[in-house]
């Protein structure tokens, strides 16, 4: 995932649709952003007053809840592997 665009362009592309009279297609066109990407920077900019980009990345919490999955178990055999219990290959 690449980064987000500057603010500045969010900016420029919201104005020329909101002031400037252009649709969202030719306001994308004009700046080079995809056409999509002018249409979710406009309704962003409609519904929250901003055109600032949501939050990427952050905290993420664990899947498993509770007792530690039985790998990290310390009383389970150390040596298992997929060959077989001491990695013997016979």
């Known amino acids: 995932m690449g980064r987000p665009y500057s ?3 969010r ?4 104005s020329a649709v909101v002031k400037g009279g252009l649709s969202r297609h ?3 066109v004009r700046f080079g952003v995809g056409i999509s ?3 979710n920077w406009v ?3 409609l519904e929250t007053g901003s055109v600032k980009p949501d939050q990427i990345g952050g905290y993420r919490q664990r ?7 039985r790998m990290a178990d ?4 150390k040596d298992f592997t997929v ?8």
């Open 26 to 28: 030719q306001a994308a």
């Open 11 to 14: 900016e420029r592309v919201v």
């Open 43 to 45: 309704q962003r900019f």
């Open 83 to 90: 060959r077989g219990p001491g990695g013997r290959t016979h």
């Open 63 to 69: 899947r498993l809840a509770g007792a530690a999955p």
């Open 37 to 39: 990407t002018a249409i």
């Open 7 to 9: 603010d500045d362009l």
């Open 74 to 77: 310390p009383t389970v055999r």
